[in-house]
C-alpha cells in the first residue's frame, strides 16, 4: 500500500488575539478517514478525533507573538496513517490595560461626569464603555465617556460603577477595568423661616434661609424653580 498524503488543513496558520481561540479544518483525498489532532509532530498528546479543531482560549503572557503549533494524521479505512501536518497559530501579546481620568471622581446627585480613557505604550484607536462587567452590547464607544445624570434616591453616597475596555488595530480587546463615580446623596430643601411675606406695594421684604447643613453653606436665590436668573447669592 502506497504511503498516505499527508492531510491539508485550512487554513494552515491563523494569528488570534490572547484568550480566543481558532478553528483548524482538515481535509483528505481519501474519501472515508479518521482525523487526530496532537501538540508534538510525533507521540505528544492526542486532542482531539475528528475533522474540525479548536484549540480552546489561548493564552500569550509575553510581551511579543507566540506560536503554538498543533498536528494532525489521517488514518484510511485500512488502518494506514499518514504522516502528521502542521497547523500554527500565533497569538498577540496582551494589552495593557486602558487608564483612565478623572479616578472616583465624587459629584453631587444629578450631575454627570465626563470619562476619558487612554492607554500606553501607544493611545489604541477604541474604547467601549459598558454598564456590567458581562455586558455585549457598549453603552458608548469612544475615548470620551459622558455619564449624564446620575441620580441618588438613597440618603447614603452610591457609587456608579461602569467598565471599560480598550480595542487595537487587530480587533484584540484588553482586559475590562472598572470605572467609579461617588454620587453624594440629595440635599434637603433649605428652610425658608419668613414665607410667604406680606408687604405693602413699593416695599420690599428680606427673606432668612437656613439648612440642616451648618455652616458653610451658600446659598443662591432665583427667580424660577428651574433655571431662570441668579438675583442673589
Request: glycine content about 10%.
Amino acid at each position: 500500500i502506497p504511503a498516505l498524503d499527508l492531510p491539508i488543513v485550512t487554513p494552515p496558520v491563523q494569528t488570534s488575539c490572547p484568550g480566543d481561540s481558532v478553528t483548524f479544518s482538515a481535509t483528505s483525498l481519501l474519501g472515508n478517514s479518521t482525523f487526530r489532532w496532537y501538540n508534538a509532530l510525533v507521540g505528544g498528546t492526542l486532542l482531539h478525533t475528528g475533522p474540525d479543531f479548536n484549540t480552546g482560549p489561548l493564552a500569550n503572557p509575553g510581551p511579543t507573538n507566540a506560536t503554538v503549533n498543533y498536528y494532525v494524521e489521517v488514518e484510511d479505512a485500512n488502518g494506514c496513517i499518514s504522516p502528521r501536518n502542521l497547523a500554527t497559530v500565533i497569538i498577540l501579546p496582551a494589552l495593557a490595560v486602558p487608564l483612565y481620568d478623572p479616578i472616583n471622581p465624587i459629584i453631587c446627585n444629578g450631575d454627570s461626569v465626563t470619562f476619558t480613557a487612554s492607554s500606553l505604550p501607544t493611545d489604541l484607536p477604541q474604547y467601549n464603555w459598558y454598564d456590567s462587567f458581562t455586558a455585549t452590547t457598549p453603552i458608548h464607544t469612544g475615548g470620551s465617556f459622558n455619564t449624564g445624570p446620575i441620580v441618588n434616591t438613597t440618603g447614603v453616597n452610591v457609587v456608579e460603577t461602569y467598565f471599560l475596555e480598550g480595542v487595537s488595530d487587530d480587533g484584540c480587546r484588553t482586559a475590562r477595568i472598572p470605572v467609579t463615580a461617588t454620587i453624594l446623596p440629595a440635599l434637603d430643601l433649605p428652610i425658608v423661616a419668613n414665607s410667604p411675606g406680606i408687604i405693602c406695594n413699593g416695599e420690599s421684604y428680606t427673606f432668612n434661609a437656613s439648612s440642616l447643613l451648618g455652616a458653610g453653606v451658600t446659598y443662591y436665590w432665583y427667580d424660577s424653580p428651574i433655571g431662570g436668573s441668579l438675583l442673589f447669592q
